[in-house]
């Protein structure tokens, strides 16, 4: 297998004044080059810190990591040609300058001779729709189209991996879907190259990985296909309840037998909680403590499990459920 | 692999850096009043209080070339070796360092897209000022003076850069330090008076500065009558040496603060 990027025992350690804080914990991470690999974790999981290790702005506490057959400590010069990365809700650049000066000045920052630079611009531009924008300057641009210019950026130089770090982010449904269809066009055009991308939205990674590290606490937790992590919780039913907004419920469905995990959404005013039952009978016992509880049963639903169901299966909670310390 | 050259990347980021200032200053026309009318004034008023004490003649024409100097020392200070600061909150920093160019492209291209403001500022301030107070200038010494204040500039910049490497390092402290820097060095580096009456000792140290001496030298080379702190020969010798060692250390100190800055977390911006 031809490897774009692998990881063994990679550790980081942020040290300031009186703390320490472990982001990363010792990740083994082996990306086959060619695919298009998610990295899928709660806010402080230690994606970012990942990342930025990856591209060679930050140096791993301990452990290595290889990108493109490079060492990201030692030979990060000659890697830095070979990679990009672009971050969800980056306000990179400078306000005043067009959109196409803009992708053209980071251009130059690796050597790329100005007639063909410009000219990948304008077909970039095109292909993400922003043709109309290229005149227009930065600072008044929408976020979408912000977000679709910080991915030009990082294609024009033809990068043998792209990172990129939760880049739909705070965008649009539409927006984000542009980005992801951008990036799965970028991908087909040629079988050898390799995205890296970082999201919180399960949706995403099933989506768009082929596969997916699920990260938690600086540690991947699970890695497979999207298939595969969703096999993992299907031998469970899983089953939504809605339920009237009332006191704290989840402590005690996930005290009932049979109920392997639970997690709760607030959806249109409503508590979403779903269940993952290992057998059917755990149901009769989930329904007694919802009487008990006096809160109304607004809807059942069984449905096919989703990475979110994996993920809470692995995790003991759900991915936007505050960290409880 | 094959890539573009260093030297080719080096040269196009200088460019490419240079421009987005350009661009500001040719888009938002603000800067001439802050930038040139404002520093105009402050030299007239200084020339006002050399009248005042009744300074000789040829003192007008120190202030004037001190004012001309000092939009460069400007520059460096504000847009050069606090830059990064800026740069590392906008998240420009991090492109910029992981691209495969080198930082001290980033930064000349930065001081040359600058360098358009500071030379208007500079000529309006010479023109202005020469042409109301009636300062005169030895014509003989002009060509050579223009090629020292191009060393001295050189130098300049390069002292720049070895400020900012520093400022990679000292992040939120910079801003205080560059203001705690700019009025001692107008003393120190006698922007407003000759050298030669601070004594050899603040002198000295004021010689640190290029600037110090390559005004020193201009003055002596246009302004008849300067007194004279060190010889001319010595003073531009001096400062080809200056170039020499703030461009070999600048580099350095980059390369060593830069992966300093890497292991400490200090290139990227915090999102969490
Ligand atoms: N520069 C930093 N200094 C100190 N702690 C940091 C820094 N950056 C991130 N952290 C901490 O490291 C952990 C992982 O953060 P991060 O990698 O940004 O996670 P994610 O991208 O998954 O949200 C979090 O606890 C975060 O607070
Ligand atoms: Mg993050």
């Given at each position: 297998?031809?490897?774009?990027?692998?990881?063994?025992?990679?550790?980081?350690?942020?040290?300031?004044?009186?703390?320490?804080?472990?982001?990363?914990?010792?990740?083994?991470?082996?990306?086959?080059?060619?695919?298009?690999?998610?990295?899928?974790?709660?806010?402080?999981?230690?994606?970012?810190?990942?990342?930025?290790?990856?591209?060679?702005?930050?140096?791993?506490?301990?452990?290595?990591?290889?990108?493109?057959?490079?060492?990201?400590?030692?030979?990060?010069?000659?890697?830095?040609?070979?990679?990009?990365?672009?971050?969800?809700?980056?306000?990179?650049?400078?306000?005043?300058?067009?959109?196409?000066?803009?992708?053209?000045?980071?251009?130059?920052?690796?050597?790329?001779?100005?007639?063909?630079?410009?000219?990948?611009?304008?077909?970039?531009?095109?292909?993400?729709?922003?043709?109309?924008?290229?005149?227009?300057?930065?600072?008044?641009?929408?976020?979408?189209?912000?977000?679709?210019?910080?991915?030009?950026?990082?294609?024009?130089?033809?990068?043998?991996?792209?990172?990129?770090?939760?880049?739909?982010?705070?965008?649009?449904?539409?927006?984000?879907?542009?980005?992801?269809?951008?990036?799965?066009?970028?991908?087909?055009?040629?079988?050898?190259?390799?995205?890296?991308?970082?999201?919180?939205?399960?949706?995403?990674?099933?989506?768009?990985?082929?596969?997916?590290?699920?990260?938690?606490?600086?540690?991947?937790?699970?890695?497979?296909?999207?298939?595969?992590?969703?096999?993992?919780?299907?031998?469970?039913?899983?089953?939504?309840?809605?339920?009237?907004?009332?006191?704290?419920?989840?402590?005690?469905?996930?005290?009932?037998?049979?109920?392997?995990?639970?997690?709760?959404?607030?959806?249109?005013?409503?508590?979403?909680?779903?269940?993952?039952?290992?057998?059917?009978?755990?149901?009769?016992?989930?329904?007694?403590?919802?009487?008990?509880?006096?809160?109304?049963?607004?809807?059942?639903?069984?449905?096919?499990?989703?990475?979110?169901?994996?993920?809470?299966?692995?995790?003991?909670?759900?991915?936007?459920?505050?960290?409880?310390? | 692999?094959?890539?573009?050259?260093?030297?080719?990347?080096?040269?196009?980021?200088?460019?490419?850096?240079?421009?987005?200032?350009?661009?500001?200053?040719?888009?938002?026309?603000?800067?001439?009043?802050?930038?040139?009318?404002?520093?105009?004034?402050?030299?007239?008023?200084?020339?006002?209080?050399?009248?005042?004490?009744?300074?000789?003649?040829?003192?007008?024409?120190?202030?004037?070339l001190?004012?001309v100097l000092?939009?460069f020392?400007?520059?460096?200070?504000?847009?050069?070796?606090?830059?990064?600061?800026?740069?590392?909150?906008?998240?420009?920093?991090?492109?910029?360092?992981?691209?495969?160019?080198?930082?001290?492209?980033?930064?000349?291209?930065?001081?040359?897209?600058?360098?358009?403001?500071?030379?208007?500022?500079?000529?309006?301030?010479?023109?202005?000022?020469?042409?109301?107070?009636?300062?005169?200038?030895s014509?003989?010494g002009l060509l050579p003076a223009l090629g020292v204040f191009v060393l001295t500039i050189s130098a300049l910049?390069?002292?720049?850069?070895?400020?900012?490497?520093?400022?990679?390092?000292?992040?939120?402290?910079?801003?205080?330090?560059?203001?705690?820097?700019?009025?001692?060095?107008?003393?120190?580096?006698?922007?407003?008076?000759?050298?030669?009456?601070?004594?050899?000792?603040?002198?000295?140290?004021?010689?640190?500065?290029p600037l110090t001496l390559g005004l020193d030298a201009i003055r002596q080379l246009i302004l008849?009558?300067t007194?004279?702190?060190i010889p001319l020969s010595v003073e531009v010798l001096a400062v080809v040496?200056q170039i020499?060692?703030?461009?070999?250390?600048?580099?350095?100190?980059?390369?060593?603060?830069?992966?300093?800055?890497?292991?400490?977390?200090?290139?990227?911006?915090?999102?969490?």
């Amino acid at each position: 297998m031809d490897i774009a990027v692998e990881t063994r025992a990679l550790r980081r350690v942020y040290r300031s004044r009186n703390q320490e804080v472990v982001a990363l914990d010792g990740v083994d991470l082996r990306v086959a080059r060619g695919q298009r690999y998610g990295v899928l974790g709660p806010n402080g999981a230690g994606k970012t810190t990942m990342i930025k290790i990856l591209v060679t702005l930050l140096l791993p506490s301990s452990g290595e990591a290889r990108v493109d057959g490079l060492d990201v400590v030692h030979q990060f010069r000659e890697l830095r040609h070979r990679i990009a990365m672009v971050s969800g809700g980056e306000n990179v650049g400078f306000g005043m300058l067009k959109v196409k000066e803009q992708l053209w000045m980071f251009s130059q920052f690796y050597g790329m001779p100005s007639a063909p630079s410009k000219r990948r611009i304008g077909e970039l531009l095109e292909r993400l729709g922003l043709s109309e924008a290229a005149d227009r300057r930065v600072s008044a641009l929408s976020s979408g189209m912000r977000q679709k210019m910080n991915l030009i950026r990082g294609l024009i130089t033809n990068p043998r991996i792209l990172f990129l770090d939760e880049p739909t982010v705070a965008l649009d449904v539409g927006a984000a879907r542009d980005v992801r269809d951008e990036v799965r066009r970028w991908m087909a055009e040629d079988p050898t190259r390799t995205v890296i991308l970082t999201t919180h939205y399960m949706m995403e990674a099933d989506e768009l990985c082929d596969r997916v590290a699920i990260v938690n606490r600086g540690r991947i937790v699970a890695e497979g296909t999207p298939a595969e992590l969703k096999q993992r919780v299907q031998q469970n039913a899983i089953v939504d309840l809605q339920l009237s907004p009332g006191g704290r419920l989840l402590d005690a469905l996930r005290a009932v037998e049979g109920v392997a995990a639970a997690s709760v959404t607030e959806q249109d005013g409503l508590d979403r909680f779903s269940l993952q039952l290992s057998n059917d009978a755990a149901l009769g016992g989930v329904m007694r403590v919802v009487e008990g509880s006096g809160r109304q049963i607004r809807g059942v639903q069984k449905r096919e499990p989703t990475l979110e169901d994996a993920f809470v299966k692995l995790v003991g909670r759900g991915m936007a459920e505050e960290e409880q310390a | 692999m094959s890539h573009p050259s260093a030297m080719r990347i080096f040269l196009k980021t200088i460019v490419a850096r240079a421009y987005p200032r350009f661009v500001a200053a040719y888009r938002n026309r603000a800067w001439l009043i802050t930038e040139t009318l404002l520093p105009l004034v402050g030299t007239i008023a200084m020339i006002y209080v050399y009248r005042a004490l009744h300074a000789p003649a040829r003192f007008l024409g120190f202030v004037v070339l001190g004012g001309v100097l000092l939009a460069f020392w400007q520059n460096v200070i504000w847009a050069m070796a606090t830059q990064f600061f800026w740069d590392r909150g906008a998240g420009n920093l991090e492109l910029f360092a992981m691209a495969p160019t080198s930082l001290a492209a980033i930064l000349l291209g930065m001081a040359l897209g600058g360098a358009y403001v500071s030379l208007t500022r500079a000529a309006t301030i010479l023109l202005v000022a020469s042409v109301l107070f009636g300062v005169s200038y030895s014509l003989s010494g002009l060509l050579p003076a223009l090629g020292v204040f191009v060393l001295t500039i050189s130098a300049l910049y390069c002292l720049g850069m070895l400020l900012a490497s520093l400022f990679l390092f000292y992040q939120r402290e910079a801003w205080q330090l560059a203001d705690a820097m700019q009025e001692p060095i107008y003393f120190l580096s006698g922007f407003y008076f000759p050298v030669r009456s601070l004594g050899a000792v603040v002198g000295g140290v004021g010689s640190l500065i290029p600037l110090t001496l390559g005004l020193d030298a201009i003055r002596q080379l246009i302004l008849p009558g300067t007194p004279q702190f060190i010889p001319l020969s010595v003073e531009v010798l001096a400062v080809v040496a200056q170039i020499i060692a703030y461009a070999a250390l600048s580099q350095i100190s980059l390369r060593y603060l830069e992966r300093q800055a890497r292991q400490d977390a200090r290139l990227i911006l915090r999102s969490t």
